[in-house]
């Protein structure tokens, strides 16, 4: 793509081809022990294969969600409309920018929501992918003011979100930080007050510390076929129990597997319930020594 298309889609550039910092929800996420693969790959002389794999899943994804917007600019009928929504992609990290709208006089608006999906529907099919290719991610959510182009991140909502993950996601799960869970709360209201069902709730778990979280495993619900959500539910179950034996010997990363498989197995739970899918935690769980 060139800098003059790129330009006209970039939402944080205006008309005027001048730079503006939009208040926009951010969204800040990195690969969990991503600085181990890759000197592992090295040490084992590895490195061009797992660089080869690492890029392919990242490119999957994100030739997928770049593909309808590129193609959407060049339609002649509703083509030269911005992007809803930036992403920059550097090592390990994703920044994604989405600048919230101003209503435009359009019937039931409520403001925050669209951008919120288009966040939560991105975020949860790279989680999914990842997830289900072995690369779990961490991340923060946030509200505030940001601007992106190929070559400047700026902003206050990117440092936000990079510090909210850093500091607060601790597991492979992608946080809301108080501005973003507020600015929530209030969307939750406005559906209430126009008597409608509050469709991005369900994408949604609180955590036992209070955190809220994005519910990732819920895309798979997404489509007609019964066997690609069983089939997808299985490969998560099978990498997470992967993970809980290749890090059975190391407490500090085995609990963020542990942690994993909850929310899995918390998923599983919910209507209309996939028993067969859960991961076995017996031997996590604290127990009474009888016998040394």
């Known amino acids: 793509m060139n800098d003059d298309i790129n330009n006209k889609r970039n939402p944080y550039i205006n008309d005027e081809e001048q730079g503006e910092l939009r208040h926009s929800i951010v969204a800040f996420v990195d690969i969990l022990g991503f600085k181990e693969f890759v000197k592992n790959a090295k040490k084992e002389g590895k490195s061009q294969a797992f660089f080869t794999d690492f890029h392919d899943v990242l490119s999957t994804w994100f030739k997928r969600i770049e593909s309808v917007p590129e193609i959407m ?22 920044l994604m920018g989405c600048p919230i709208r101003k209503n435009e006089g359009h019937h039931n608006f409520i403001e925050g929501c669209n951008e919120f999906f288009e966040v939560i529907q991105t975020l949860d099919l ?22 992106m182009d190929d070559v400047i991140i700026y902003g206050a909502g990117a440092i936000d979100a990079y510090e909210a993950e850093s500091k607060q996601a ?11 869970e ?5 969307i939750d209201k406005d559906f209430v007050k126009q008597g409608r069902d509050n469709y991005i709730s ?58 994993a498989a909850n929310y899995h ?28």
């Open 170 to 180: 601790i597991y492979p799960r992608i946080i809301l930080t108080k501005p973003a």
């Open 73 to 94: 600019f060049k339609m002649s009928f509703i083509g030269g409309k911005k992007d809803k929504n930036r992403i920059r992609i550097f090592t390990d990290c994703i």
């Open 202 to 259: 369900k994408y949604f778990y609180r955590d036992n510390d209070g955190q809220l979280f994005l519910n990732y495993l819920e895309s798979i619900k997404i489509g007609d076929s019964d066997y690609q959500f069983v089939d997808e539910l299985e490969k998560h179950k099978l990498m997470v129990e992967k993970k809980l034996s290749e890090y059975q010997n190391k407490p500090h990363i085995l609990e963020k597997y542990i942690w």
């Open 182 to 186: 507020a600015a929530l709360m209030e």
């Open 126 to 147: 790279f989680q999914l992918e990842m997830a289900n290719s072995g690369y779990f991610v961490r991340g923060a959510i946030t509200i505030d003011e940001l601007y």
């Open 265 to 292: 197995n918390c998923f599983c739970n919910q209507p209309p319930c996939y028993d067969d899918y859960k991961i076995n935690l017996t031997q996590y769980q604290m127990q009474p020594t009888q016998t040394f």
